[in-house]
């Protein structure tokens, strides 16, 4: 095991918490980077070095990086259903970009092992009727929405800053993100929130997504700092699974009735539409729009083999994360009741 430290920007999110979260477990000497106004509940009970101050803070990123071999970047604005696009490729492209700089620099001066970057499934092209690999790649942006152009344009900038300048860069290209412990409350994890609250009027037909339990995506980040191939990417998802799926499991493990109704994927798009409009109308930003349900639908299966194959990585069935996320609701839930109560 190595004796120098890792460091992981972005540790009070939900994947960086749980990366964090894994490097204590292991053994290793930590140290996190987040911002001075970050909540950060899902590792206030570790022991590490934090170190304040956001991605554009180079002097902070160049001091927290110094001495480490692992750097693990866990930044991400995965809001993609924003009127104004622009915060997604100042964090996403441009934050990136900066941060990137200071670890080329940090490089030279000394020896990073690896600097593993959250990227996601998105950038892979993906079409009906074909499984996705790693070697499926995007050659036009025709169609793309904001989101997944910020998400694709900083994987290559990662990709380019490791064949161009050396940087030990791997970029792991994670799918959505089940499990305990999101105290952030994710766009999806609102969905079984919903779910082991009771309060989800319906449930959206026809959706389909990749997914992959928060222990595992972490696990993976982790294993490709050990095996990873610098320039390479990964795709990080267990299965695809139904958004029906979802809620019902959900729903079970936390011990509440799923929903009865179900809303066709025609209506689905009807009301996407509706808040597209209204958005662009009001200049407000709707979570159902057609932007954010296309990310909703998965148009293809993706094929983890090469994380299996060179990360020695092996996923356990997401249905157990789902339930996992589905407890930690349903305990938030019960005390939240028993406050009340009291």
């Known amino acids: ?29 930590v140290r996190v980077m987040v911002r001075p106004t970050a909540k950060t509940i899902g590792i206030d009970d570790l022991d590490v070095t934090r170190f304040l101050g956001d991605i554009w803070d180079g002097d902070t990123l160049r001091e927290a990086m ?22 997604l490729f100042r964090t996403n492209v441009e934050g990136t970009r900066n941060v990137l700089e200071v670890a080329r620099n940090v490089h030279d001066d000394g020896a990073l092992r690896k600097f593993v970057f959250t990227s996601s499934y ?12 790693e070697d499926d790649v995007i050659t036009s942006e025709r169609g793309l929405t904001p ?13 380019q800053y490791a ?26 994890g609102a969905i079984i929130a919903g779910a082991a609250f009771g309060k989800l009027p319906f449930v959206m037909s026809g959706i389909e997504l990749e997914a992959v339990g928060v222990d595992d995506a972490a696990r993976a980040m982790i294993l490709a700092a050990e095996h990873g191939r610098v320039g390479e990417r990964y795709l990080i998802s267990e299965k695809m699974i ?23 994927l025609p209506a ?12 662009r109308l009001r200049g407000t930003d709707e979570q159902l729009s057609l932007g954010s349900l296309r990310l909703m639908r998965a148009e293809a299966e993706v094929d983890h083999g090469k994380a299996v194959r060179e990360l020695h990585w092996q996923p356990t069935p997401v249905e157990e994360s789902i339930r996992e996320a589905a407890r930690f609701w349903a305990g ?5 009741r028993k406050s009340k109560s009291g």
């Open 1 to 29: 095991m190595s004796a120098q430290p890792k460091l992981v920007i972005g540790a009070n999110g939900f994947l960086g918490s749980h990366v964090t979260r894994q490097l204590v477990a292991d053994g290793h000497e």
């Open 66 to 87: 110094s001495g480490c071999d692992d750097v693990y970047y866990c930044v991400v604005d995965t809001r993609g259903w924003l009127n104004d696009p622009a915060p």
């Open 122 to 133: 998105v950038t892979v092209g993906r079409r009906r009727g074909h499984r996705a690999s």
């Open 147 to 159: 989101y997944v152009r910020s998400r694709l344009w900083a994987e290559n900038m990662v990709l």
């Open 163 to 188: 064949t161009e300048y050396g940087l030990p860069a791997v970029a792991m290209c994670v799918s959505t993100t089940y499990g305990g412990g999101d105290w952030g409350r994710t766009p999806h």
């Open 242 to 264: 139904s958004n029906a799926d979802v809620v019902r499991i959900a729903a079970e493990a936390a011990g509440m009735p799923p929903p009865t109704r179900s809303l066709p």
């Open 268 to 279: 689905a798009y009807a009301l996407a539409a509706i808040g597209t409009v209204k958005g």
């Open 332 to 336: 938030l839930r019960d005390a939240r």
